[in-house]
């Protein structure tokens, strides 16, 4: 039972990409460059997730000014 659950993290794991292949990417979250440059700025990160990119840039288009 534990190999199980040990072989599903496995799977689940994503990938993590560096700051710079996420601003590259920028259009596949339907955002600039820019907005994913301060986004990623904002969590202090250099390597992040494609879902922990996405949180930080809903948070950072729902951030109030």
């Known amino acids: 039972m534990a190999?199980?659950?040990?072989?599903?993290?496995?799977?689940?794991?994503?990938?993590?990409?560096s700051?710079?292949?996420?601003?590259?990417?920028?259009?596949?979250?339907?955002?600039?460059?820019?907005?994913?440059?301060?986004?990623?700025r904002l969590t202090g990160k250099d390597n992040l997730t494609k879902t922990e990119a996405e949180k930080a840039i809903k948070t950072f288009l729902e951030r109030k000014a």
């Not at 199980?4 to 794991?13: L, R, S, Y």
């Not at 996420?22 to 986004?39: Q, Y």
């Open 19 to 40: 700051r710079d292949e996420l601003i590259a990417a920028a259009s596949s979250f339907g955002v600039k460059p820019e907005v994913v440059a301060g986004a990623l």
């Open 3 to 17: 190999e199980k659950k040990v072989a599903e993290q496995v799977q689940e794991q994503e990938p993590v990409y």
